[in-house]
């Protein structure tokens, strides 16, 4: 996972699949037969049911941007963007287990919260341009990664705040063409993910887990029958107070929702 030379840290998991114990509670993608082994994994003992459910998807979209693409390494600096959303609150997390120096965006209501998941900084992006933050926050060298869960023109500055050889990584539909030019004098490479989940990753983010690294973060639960206010929520969550994901549970009919 580290660049050549750079130290690997002792607490990260080798996301390599291990033998099912069918004893296990388990987390799986709909499949059958002999592939299951392949999807499905055992659930962290110190997580409930929801929580491990609003863990896989976002974890595994984390750990396949940061380890198999960018190969995020110890000592390097990442900005992520959006650090109280529900993909940032974990991006926070694996980042600081890998060893990196973490800076996110977050309105200033969120500084705290997205400082006590391991944030080392935090911009207040109403107020300060990211790009200008970056270069006062690093002494004007930039960061070695972005990590995109924005979009808009996020791609086309990106490079403006990267390091020279730096990694941008994006979850976001390209939506337009984007100028990329500037990337080039930066020799930056792009990485774009569409996760598709496997045994490892959920074996690796269990690890993590059951170490006390990584917390999911639930920033509300609905009930099934109430779906479409539980997506309503994810459009408009921020002026709501919501950090983290949006969990539905099937089982039941209670309900949690941020305070304003």
């Known amino acids: 996972m580290s660049k050549l030379g750079a130290p690997r840290p002792t607490h990260l998991p080798n996301p390599k699949p291990t033998n099912i114990n069918p004893k296990d509670s388990t987390s799986r993608r709909g499949t059958t ?3 299951v082994k392949r999807f499905v994994g ?3 003992r110190n997580l409930t049911h929801l929580e491990a459910a609003s863990l896989t998807l976002v974890g595994g979209t984390v750990w ?47 500084h705290d919260f997205v400082r006590s998941l391991g944030a080392d900084e935090a911009i207040d992006f109403t107020t300060e341009d990211y790009v200008d933050a970056v270069a006062r926050l690093t002494g004007g060298e930039g960061v070695n990664v ?9 791609l086309t500055r990106s490079p403006l705040a990267l390091a020279d050889a730096g990694r941008v990584v994006s979850l976001v ?13 930066k020799n930056a490479a792009y990485h774009f993910v569409f996760t598709r989940q496997n045994r490892g990753k959920l074996d690796a983010l269990t690890k993590l887990v059951e170490r006390g690294l990584v917390k999911p973060v639930i920033g ?11 997506h309503d929520l994810l459009e408009n969550g921020s002026a709501r107070g919501l950090r983290g994901k949006v969990v539905i549970d099937v089982s039941g009919e209670a309900a949690a929702l941020p305070q304003a």
């Open 173 to 185: 539909d390209i939506a337009q063409p984007q100028n990329l030019i500037k990337a080039w004098g």
């Open 64 to 110: 396949e941007a940061f380890v198999q693409r960018v190969q995020l390494s110890v000592g390097e600096t990442i900005l992520i963007h959006g650090g109280a959303g529900g993909v940032g609150t974990i991006a926070i997390q694996v980042a600081k287990a890998i060893g990196a120096r973490v800076i996110t965006t977050a309105l200033p209501r969120d």
């Open 33 to 35: 037969g002999g592939q």
């Open 146 to 154: 972005i990590f995109d869960t924005i979009g808009g023109d996020t």
């Open 42 to 44: 055992r659930k962290p």
């Open 220 to 230: 509300a639960t609905l009930p099934l029958a109430r779906m479409g206010e539980a």
